[in-house]
């Protein structure tokens, strides 16, 4: 090829870099801690990479990675007028051999491959990605440098970017809406933090934090990962907005991600786009967000959305189309394309829209064979293309969040798990994400085409495996041939399964569904020690808020299928101690579990002599009320949050009072108040019949506190304001903490009211959302704890545990504690009771704890199946009276 002189077109944002001088440019975490480019040592480092570019323009493939040397070449390229087909680190080979670039390129590593170019290159071609982001379209999208500039400027004009932001790299740079990230930043002089690290690692926000982080992008699965991440906790003061495309968020989620940030102080910004747009077409202000959750909102800047007419649509539902200076050139399908100029001049996007009351748009449905699947866009022919082979047949569905693929095979049975793992590694889609069922038969319509909504239900209803043929699915749900199945809540993917399977039994339900959760099943504080260990054993990592998650959602964290059955089914086959085991030498505990444990194992070993260790008990205070307000008002209705906690007091007084019952008639130490938990109000200065006050504290303030929130306006009240009201509580309770209204002459730091405080603390530990929060918390503690018990070591002892369990929300322990510390902490009600009476006939000595806790142990084993019932009944009979009394849901 002849070569010819540079073009004056460039990039104009990268024109501009040096202007911005020592402002930040790039945030990167190095071996000695945070690093950082100005803007005029980053323009002075791509002058440097663009003279090694050369001056004549070069097809360059870059494997980019989220780090400076890429970010330097690809400048460097853009500047330079060398058009640039990205790719993902290590994913070059297959562009290298379908367009023989001219130069490769890894971060700063350049190959040249011939000194000039073999391809006519258009003047304004600045950039090429793929439809699909390296996930199935052989196609690439040929993107300008005005494309670049102007889609570049309408992203922050629409997120109002300014020189003092920090936008951090959550996706990677050869996916269109991370590239937008870089560029929009870079447009007006914002920083960015450089980084691949996941929003679940820790590192990531402590990079986040330390680099003064204001913003983050994410596609939807990045905010199941910010869930899973515990964000809403999350100390982040500087943040000020998230922005989110790349696929569908749930009208829901988007509700709930808007309260947050109403509640955080940050904005959330709902975008929708496609690569042949640049990065993004439209954006759904914070404001409109709540009331129109479904919208996608209205065009960028200087775009313009317009509905083509489809045949068949609904009235006011067309194929939705863009016009804009953000506009692809064009597609290129060969190297004899990449000599064309400009040939599109509106975008036809597939997607079927309508056109709302308020003038914002909103998809109903897709046109086109693509699916968006974690921000990634798939092309399903291509897909179906790729797996269909040698006598096997596959059909791919768009799911949703997920890809739906039917398999048929001539010779038999299907490997399922072969091909899901195909499907993940060929085109980057995370197996969770791809449910593949081996169909026997296909479902066709009467004039014999494959019936794809029934194929898709197939799918959808039985995930991962075999499912009958379709005859026989039609014979159960009583239709037709005509039409798709009724199999909604028939799926048997082993993933929900096994964690359906695992709620079943750890809470004696066995008509738990998909889309129950551990909060909607009546799980409390004593059952989700186990629940939380063995959840976390199946899911890798345990979501702060796992406990209020469906099924359904919970089974989409496990991984591949076969990795989590392999997890239940082997520790099954180990038994129940064999349930606590887990890869690896190290294992996450929730604190309030290894709090628990602890504490009453030091409780047992400080009564036995074997230790002088006091103030756990009260610890445990803090860690009921922090149960309390995760589990009890967790619950959407106050009819359910009410029946719920009733029941949670009702596991602890019935076997509270069956052993105080039985101790009061063979022991005359024991009153009758003991049975009736009503020793604080006629007990006498007995020393055993004040043994019990921790459980008789708990019930009473359990019940009374249930007893407010029972009245729909302090309901209303704990709903608006979930931190201020059990901070009060905290506060109006140290009335009977300092004396102030007298409650007894005898053992008052075990009366119900004078511990109210503690309980009230940890509610409201369990409702703190921003680091002020915890601070307000601390200065509580320091100031109230001193000079409770009137021994500086046992209040050091109780101040200490609450602040592990205010600051600290995990702990990475040794895998062999997890099976120690799990049943004890599991047992600890049943402990507590039973441990005065072992100890006195086997000793108080080490060997007497360890039997009294191995006692506790087995009767709670056995008593948990007797009193659930009971339990269940409790709640039932509450729900019924706040019914007929007129309770509405709140």
Not at 161 to 179: F, H, I, K, S, W
Not at 312 to 322: H, M, S, T
Not at 868 to 886: H, I, K, N
Request: charged share 20%; glycine share 10%.
């Amino acid at each position: 090829m002849t070569a010819r002189v540079l073009p004056q077109h460039r990039v104009a944002l990268v024109g501009r870099l040096r202007s911005f001088g020592d402002a930040v440019a790039l945030t990167w975490a190095g071996r000695s801690g945070m690093q950082t480019l100005s803007y005029a040592g980053l323009a002075a480092r791509v002058d440097v990479r663009r003279s090694a570019l050369g001056t004549t323009p070069r097809l360059v493939v870059l494997e980019a990675g989220n780090d400076v040397e890429s970010v330097v070449t690809l400048l460097a390229a853009l500047t330079g007028g060398h058009p640039v087909v990205l790719a993902a680190p290590g994913g070059s080979a297959g562009l290298v051999e379908a367009w023989d670039p001219d130069v490769v390129a890894c971060g700063a590593e350049i190959e040249s491959r011939r000194e000039g170019s073999a391809h006519a290159l258009h003047p304004d071609l600045a950039l090429m990605l793929s439809t699909s982001g390296s996930t199935g379209s052989p196609k690439l999208v040929r993107l300008s440098t005005a494309n670049l500039d102007c889609n570049a400027g309408q992203i922050a004009d629409a997120l109002g970017l300014r020189p003092d932001d920090v936008a951090a790299t959550t996706l990677p740079l050869q996916y269109c809406y991370g590239l937008s990230v870089l560029l929009s930043a870079l447009s007006v002089g914002a920083g960015v933090l450089l980084t691949d690290l996941s929003v679940v690692d820790t590192c990531f926000w402590s990079a986040f934090e330390e680099s003064g982080g204001s913003i983050l992008a994410g596609v939807p699965y990045t905010f199941d990962l910010l869930d899973a991440a515990g964000f809403a906790s999350m100390s982040l003061p500087r943040l000020r907005l998230l922005t989110q495309a790349g696929g569908r968020m749930d009208p829901a989620a988007v509700r709930r991600w808007v309260a947050l940030g109403e509640e955080r102080g940050f904005d959330l910004l709902v975008m929708y786009g496609q690569t042949e747009a640049t990065a993004r077409m439209a954006t759904l202000p914070t404001h409109l967000a709540a009331d129109h959750p479904s919208s996608i909102g209205v065009a960028v800047r200087g775009g313009r959305f317009s509905l083509a007419s489809v045949e068949g649509a609904p009235v006011g539902v067309g194929e939705l189309v863009f016009e804009g200076g953000n506009v692809m050139m064009g597609y290129a399908s060969s190297a004899a394309d990449l000599a064309r100029g400009a040939e599109v001049s509106s975008l036809h996007t597939g997607d079927l829209a309508r056109f709302t009351a308020d003038g914002l748009v909103e998809i109903v449905g897709r046109r086109s064979r693509f699916a968006k699947v974690c921000g990634l866009r798939i092309d399903l022919d291509r897909v179906e293309a790729d797996l269909t082979r040698g006598g096997r047949t596959a059909y791919v569905m768009d799911g949703g969040d997920r890809l739906l693929v039917a398999v048929t095979e001539d010779s038999g049975r299907v490997d399922v798990a072969a091909v899901r793992r195909e499907v993940g590694e060929r085109y980057a889609v995370p197996r969770a994400a791809v449910v593949v069922t081996d169909v026997g038969e296909v479902p066709r319509t009467a004039s014999g085409k494959v019936d794809r909504p029934a194929l898709a239900a197939l799918v959808d209803a039985f995930g991962e495996g075999t499912c009958p043929t379709p005859g026989r699915l039609l014979a159960r749900s009583g239709e037709d041939s005509a039409g798709a199945p009724a199999l909604d809540g028939a799926r048997t993917d082993k993933g929900s399964e096994a964690v359906r399977a695992l709620y079943a039994e750890l809470l004696d339900r066995p008509d738990a569904t998909l889309d129950d959760s551990f909060v909607t099943l009546r799980g409390d504080s004593l059952s989700y020690v186990e629940a939380s260990v063995r959840l976390e054993g199946l899911l890798g990592t345990l979501p702060e808020s796992w406990h209020v998650r469906p099924v359904r959602e919970l089974a989409a964290e496990v991984g591949p299928v076969e990795e989590a059955t392999s997890r239940s089914t082997g520790a099954a086959a180990k038994g129940r101690w064999g349930r606590f085991g887990r890869w690896g030498r190290w294992r996450s505990l929730e604190t309030s579990v290894l709090l628990r444990g602890v504490a009453i194992a030091v409780i047992v070993l400080t009564h036995a002599g074997v230790l002088d260790v006091r103030g756990g008990a009260h610890v445990l205070l803090a860690v009921a009320g922090f149960a309390f307000a995760r589990f009890q008002l967790s619950a959407s209705a106050r009819t359910e949050r009410v029946a719920h906690a009733l029941e949670s007091a009702t596991r602890i007084a019935v076997p509270a009072m069956v052993w105080l019952g039985v101790l009061f008639l063979v022991d005359e130490r024991y009153s009758p108040w003991n049975p009736v938990l009503l020793t604080s109000i006629g007990g006498s200065n007995v020393h055993p019949q004040w043994r019990y006050w921790f459980v008789e504290a708990v019930v009473h303030i359990l019940v009374g506190v249930t007893a407010l929130l029972a009245v729909p306006t302090l309901d209303r009240l704990e709903r608006a304001r979930p931190f201020a009201v059990p901070l009060g509580l905290a506060l109006v309770a140290l009335l009977f903490r300092y004396g102030v209204i007298d409650v007894g002459s005898h053992h008052v730091n075990g009366r119900p009211a004078v511990v109210l405080w503690l309980f009230a603390l940890g509610w409201a530990m369990a409702r703190t959302r921003v680091t002020w929060h915890r601070w307000l918390l601390t200065a509580y503690v320091l100031v109230v704890v001193p000079g409770f018990f009137s021994d500086p070591v046992r209040d050091a002892t109780l101040a200490g545990g609450l602040l592990v369990l205010l600051w600290v929300r995990s702990v990475r322990v040794p895998a062999f504690v997890v099976p120690v510390v799990v049943p004890v902490a599991s047992a600890s009600l049943f402990i507590y009771l039973v441990q005065w009476e072992v100890m006195g006939r086997v000793g108080y000595s080490p060997l007497g704890a360890a039997v009294a806790i191995l006692t506790g142990w087995i009767a709670w084993r056995g008593a948990s199946p007797v009193i659930e019932p009971v339990a269940r009944r409790v709640g039932a009979a509450a729900t019924r009276v706040l019914t007929r009394s007129g309770s509405t849901l709140s």
